[in-house]
């Protein structure tokens, strides 16, 4: 049976630092029968992502140097794969921003903007 889930079969690439993806965000994304690559600590990310690593989307930590948040922008927009800047659970984030977390609505909230129907912007 196939799954109705958007992020099925799919890569899901999570950049920052290794407590930026809680156990809990990790298990509901391997529940919607994704995989996870990562996280790749933002020092590694620009060497991992040239040497070729594959993957369908990427969730980035907001809270990495702008210089870096720069370079990941136009390297993702630039092959076409969706990405989205997000916050931990542990931190509080602007209103209307993304949070990595195993909670239903702010995994549903990543989703779509990775791969619902609205597909013209990336972050």
């Known amino acids: 049976m196939k799954s109705l889930s958007p992020l099925a079969g799919k890569t899901i690439l999570i950049i920052g630092a290794p407590g930026f993806l809680s156990d809990d965000a990790k298990q509901a994304l391997i529940a919607c029968r994704a ?10 990310a620009m060497e991992r992502l040239t040497e070729g690593l594959v993957f369908q989307a990427a969730i980035i930590d907001v809270s990495i140097s702008d210089q870096m948040m720069l370079w990941l922008n136009e390297w993702l927009e630039t092959r ?31 989703i779509a903007a990775l791969f619902g129907p609205d597909l013209s912007y990336y972050h």
């Open 80 to 110: 076409g794969i969706p990405f989205v800047f997000a916050h931990d659970q542990r931190s509080k984030p602007p209103r209307g921003g993304f949070v990595l977390s195993g909670r239903p609505a702010d995994l549903d909230a990543i």
């Open 35 to 44: 995989s996870v690559a990562g996280p790749v600590v933002i020092s590694s």
